[in-house]
């Protein structure tokens, strides 16, 4: 094996997100459905564009907004995913390599414009996005930087991803490399949306490819067509490795082959804006994780994570996460990295 220079490399959508504060009103004249990811195209990007209030760009993504949370917290990260050299572009790259993570993605040069994310947050804390894919999609299997992924503990793919025919292509290189090199690959499933388009690939990924798993209960249910949860947990025992599986309220449940751990979720946390609340709590699973914290430990580190980045609006935390998690855990977080 080849020596450890990246806890986590992520593979996922180059984003950048524009949040906006909305009412429901805007909502109504935008015809949008609170709550829900609406994938647009460049012409719709611009005519929406031009009817949101001023807002903040940052560079987003589910994978990118993870290892921005891993780097938060002392890890060593790195991520792929394709922007074009353009504006946007220059500020998704900018705003990464400021957070710490390693991004050797190279830009295109033609093609689509890097990808876009409206988030219209409500004053209910709930999200209602729009997305715009652009670059992301040209992503191909030669984006996939084998040396960073057989460096990195573990490979972290993101299923947004996973609709074009290349990207699917680059998940499974990625997936490959990373065991060929006694590595461990993860997957979040994303969005129930998102399982119910490629629900035969993702199960035959988890029992096939996936050794870490990251699903909110609607997902995980989806991904085993069930209403109810206890069954959906039955069934993704032994599948991986590792399931981690986010309640909300509830908490979170972590189930291996022979045990489940629950986990109460943060308490005394005011929910400003949901966004990017599954993506932190992969953050602090995974940084756990790789410095060898057991299960509930990690899960209680995802939890904490995922607590700092719903109380204010945006998907990236707005405190340094090692000293976040000192100031919950304690004695059981040195802030040690191995």
């Known amino acids: 094996m080849v020596d450890t220079r990246y806890h986590v490399a992520g593979i996922g959508n180059a984003i950048v997100d524009v949040l906006v504060h909305a009412d429901d009103a805007l909502l109504e004249t935008l015809k949008l459905s609170k709550g ?10 611009e005519r929406i564009y031009d009817q949101l209030p001023p807002g903040i760009e940052c560079s987003g993504g589910s ?30 790259g900018h705003d990464i390599r400021k957070a710490g993570v390693a991004f050797p993605t190279v830009a295109a040069v033609d093609g689509l414009t890097t990808a876009r994310c409206f988030v219209l947050v409500t004053p209910d804390a709930q999200r209602t996005m729009l997305t715009y894919l652009g670059a992301c999609v040209e992503l191909t299997p030669d984006d996939v930087d084998e040396a960073v992924i057989a460096s990195s503990q573990v490979t972290y793919l993101e299923g947004y991803l996973y609709d074009p025919p290349l990207a699917k292509r680059a998940f499974l290189k990625a997936a490959d490399t990373a065991h060929k090199a006694g590595r461990l690959v993860s997957l979040s499933l994303s969005d129930p949306f998102c399982v119910d ?142």
């Open 197 to 338: 388009r490629h629900r035969a690939a993702f199960l035959d990924l988890v029992s096939s490819h996936v050794d870490i798993l990251f699903a909110n209960e609607a997902e995980l249910t989806s991904l085993y067509q069930t209403d109810n949860f206890d069954d959906a947990v039955r069934q993704v025992r032994g599948h991986c490795r590792v399931a981690a599986i986010t309640r909300g309220p509830k908490g979170s449940v972590v189930v291996t082959e022979d045990d489940v751990h629950v986990i109460a979720a943060e308490a005394g946390i005011t929910v400003v804006d949901t966004t990017g609340a599954g993506d932190l709590y992969a953050a602090g699973f995974l940084f756990g994780f790789t410095q060898g914290r057991d299960l509930a430990t990690s899960a209680l580190l995802g939890g904490i994570a995922a607590g700092e980045v719903i109380s204010h609006v945006g998907a990236r935390p707005e405190r340094p996460l090692t000293l976040v998690a000192a100031e919950k855990l304690g004695p059981i977080y040195s802030g040690s990295i191995a």
């Open 36 to 45: 829900v990811m609406t994938l647009i195209d460049a012409a719709e990007a």
């Open 63 to 92: 994978a990118a907004n993870t290892i921005v949370g891993i780097a938060s917290l002392g890890g060593r990260a790195a991520y792929m995913g394709k922007v074009k050299d353009d504006q946007l572009g220059q500020v998704f």
